[in-house]
């Protein structure tokens, strides 16, 4: 068991770089962090490391998010670990291009049961947990910008974060006043500059502040709601402006 009134986050999508980047931050924010991963044990195993370097009680657990049963089977693994569920953040997800036309149900399901899902469940599962608590806690969903926007070959992808907006707002009403549920939605982030090219010109002419946002944009509007106890039910777009177009 964790410590008493140490402070816990349970994390979906931590093994990516920008959960990654998300999830030792919230572990200096005094979190021990309990992850989930998929697809790479070894990169998860990396991560797991430098983050008990600041949260040496930290865990992860292996799960698909786009199966319910996987991930009921992370959250029951959770509760006989820890004893209290302070904050959770959905960031699991699945991108990839789908020209209309040419959609297939392998596609359509692979991002709308990893993003839209997947979310769900696990802000059922976290809920089933933090209104038994006597304390404030937090779900904090990562959305898109793209859930605004018309993209022609995304369709399932923009629909499956629409989704998840929509979600978002329905669990803080139900859940007020004891648990705050709002989404952060990133607009073009450059999560890895030594593998990304430059930013196309075209790209950045549609951003106002004319530069692609970072895992920090991300981090501090995090950091923002975890101080805030009057905010629920917001989708917060951290794009430089971009859905001003």
């Known amino acids: 068991m964790n410590s008493p009134g140490k402070k816990v986050c349970f994390m979906t999508g931590a093994s990516g770089i920008l959960g990654s980047e998300i999830a030792l931050s919230m572990a200096g924010q005094g979190y021990t962090i ?14 797991l ?10 865990e992860m657990i292996r799960c698909d998010v786009s199966k319910a049963g996987d991930i009921k089977n992370a959250f029951r693994a959770f509760s006989q670990q820890f004893d209290r569920l302070d904050l959770v953040i959905a960031s699991a997800s699945n991108f990839f291009s789908t020209p209309l036309s040419d959609v297939t149900e392998q596609e359509w399901d692979s991002l709308v049961n990893t993003n839209l899902k997947g979310t769900f469940f696990t ?6 947990i933090m209104q038994k608590q006597q304390f404030l806690s937090r779900i904090i969903s990562i959305s898109d910008i793209a859930a605004d926007l ?11 974060k629409a989704g998840i907006q929509h ?28 593998k990304n090219m430059d930013p196309q010109e075209e790209m950045i002419n549609n951003i106002p502040l004319k530069r692609p946002g970072n895992p920090l944009d991300i981090i501090r509007t995090i950091l923002f709601l975890l101080e805030s106890d009057y905010i629920t ?10 859905l001003l177009q």
């Open 34 to 47: 309990f992850f989930t991963w998929n697809s790479s044990e070894e990169k998860a195993v990396q991560i």
């Open 150 to 160: 018309v993209w022609r070959n995304f369709a399932p992808y923009t629909v499956s």
């Open 233 to 242: 039910g917001q989708i917060i777009n951290v794009d430089g402006g971009r």
């Open 49 to 58: 490391e430098k983050i008990r370097w600041i949260s040496p009680q930290s």
């Open 167 to 194: 979600l978002t707002r329905v669990f803080a009403k139900t859940f007020a006043p004891r648990i705050l549920v709002n989404s952060i939605a990133p607009g073009t982030i450059t999560i890895n500059p030594d």
């Open 123 to 128: 802000m059922q599962a976290a809920v089933n």
